[in-house]
């Protein structure tokens, strides 16, 4: 029977969805931070102008000239010409010439308006001072009348030569005149502004739930361990035993691992554990020591690298047919212990070798319960070997260390070698 062959997990539209709903707590905060932040901005750049109505006193120089019925056009027309007469360059040059001012064209027509407030034959100055256009300043009341003065003075000398008659007079001398006007602001009103910074706090709570669900999503396809146990339960397809944070891996905690285990069917319960990039490395001990509490006569087998390099209760040297027998080191009146000497075994296989096997079966008639404790099954596949030779096993992996691949390599090797997982424990680490 053929079994799918899994390296990564390939997470689905659904699963993404789900993770993303789990989630909701980090979406609020993103939601908050961004609906902070741009309701804030929007407050913060906008307040200013509610309500900004603006005023300012301006003083202007006043002065009119009347048209006379010089010839058959209408009124309108006769005073739209002394207007554009006005601004015209000929009339700018004899202001120059009159005057002495040395100014642009430019500055000239922007320092005074002319208007025809209504239907008659009156045409209107203004120059407001003090006022500044490149060069040319209107710093005074003094000055800007005697530019005013200036302006009609040309304009009249200018429709005389252009006309032909005096048709031209002045109604108004300069005069100074003052009003308070309202400045051309950006103004918004308070409804407004309420309105505007609403705006910005729901497209925060928009944005920020987007950016959770962007980053989160990025964060889980691109996070290539276990996002939670139920993931590792996935993974190795087998039952969570535990799921045990630090410090709680206590002597209750391995009571329900020792029951997990038990197997009555059996007279001696000979139990695996592989460990996967744990941290942990006395599970098997424990284990051990929960099943001798219960008076239950148990060998525990330690196969790890940093077993020890005691010769009295080493089974190296045994199994490579270089001692007789083997005695195993009593650890209380229910525990006894064997390891192993990796200077006695100069590279040989020991696990896999056949001795080791009969020592096993033959210890398994002296004993009710038999715990192994092989290297990482990462680094060494003594640990699947050892599983072979039992009848219960189970994976030992931090959650937070361990690697999908791994969890995935671990479940295809123990299906080729015909190894039933029986369950993991998982550490919070």
């Not at 276990?226 to 996935?234: L, T």
């Not at 035993?241 to 905690?253: P, R, S, T």
């Not at 077993?307 to 089974?315: A, C, P, Q």
């Not at 096993?393 to 090797?413: H, I, M, P, Q």
Request: net charge negative.
């Amino acid at each position: 029977m053929s079994r799918e062959y899994k390296v990564d997990k390939e997470y689905s539209f659904v699963e993404i969805l789900r993770y993303n709903l789990r989630m909701w707590w980090l979406a609020v905060i993103m939601a908050v931070v961004c609906a902070a932040a741009l309701g804030g901005y929007k407050y913060l750049s906008t307040r200013q102008y509610v309500e900004n109505e603006m005023y300012e006193n301006k003083q202007q120089i006043v002065a009119s000239l009347f048209v006379s019925d010089y010839s058959e056009a209408s009124v309108v027309e006769r005073v739209g010409n002394v207007m554009k007469i006005a601004k015209s360059s000929r009339t700018y040059e004899r202001f120059c010439k009159n005057t002495g001012y040395d100014i642009t064209m430019d500055e000239y027509t922007q320092l005074f308006d002319v208007q025809q407030g209504e239907a008659s034959g009156v045409a209107s100055f203004y120059v407001t001072f003090p006022a500044s256009v490149g060069d040319a300043a209107l710093v005074d009341e003094t000055i800007a009348a005697e530019f005013t003065m200036g302006i009609l003075e040309a304009t009249i000398q200018t429709c005389e030569e252009v006309i032909g008659i005096s048709g031209v007079s002045i109604l108004d001398k300069p005069y100074v005149t003052s009003e308070v006007v309202k400045l051309k602001t950006y103004t918004i009103t308070e409804d407004d502004f309420r309105k505007g910074v609403m705006k910005a706090v729901t497209a925060g709570v928009l944005l920020g739930i987007i950016v959770e669900v962007v980053f989160y999503t990025f964060w889980m396809l691109l996070y290539k361990k276990p996002k939670n146990a139920e993931e590792v339960r996935e993974f190795l397809d087998t039952n969570i035993i535990d799921v045990l944070k630090a410090g709680e891996d206590n002597e209750n905690a391995f009571k329900k691992v020792a029951l997990y285990l038990k197997d009555d069917e059996v007279s001696c319960n000979k139990i695996s554990c592989i460990t996967l990039q744990c941290q942990k490395k006395d599970v098997a001990l424990k284990l051990a020591m929960s099943y001798a509490n219960e008076q239950k006569k148990t060998l525990y087998v330690d196969l790890s690298e940093n077993s020890g390099s005691e010769t009295t209760n080493s089974i190296s040297a045994y199994v490579l047919g270089e001692k007789e027998s083997v005695q195993p080191a009593p650890m209380n009146e229910y525990l006894d212990a064997v390891c192993r000497n990796l200077a006695e075994e100069e590279g040989m296989d020991i696990v896999g070798n056949k001795k080791f096997q009969e020592f096993i079966e033959e210890m398994g008639e002296r004993y009710e319960c038999i715990v192994m404790n092989a290297p990482d099954a990462v680094k060494s596949p003594e640990a699947y070997a050892a599983a072979k030779l039992c009848n219960k096993t189970f994976v030992v992996c931090g959650r937070k260390s361990v690697k999908n691949e791994t969890l995935y390599r671990a479940k295809n090797t123990a299906d080729v070698n015909h190894i039933q997982i029986d369950g993991v424990l998982v550490y919070e680490l």
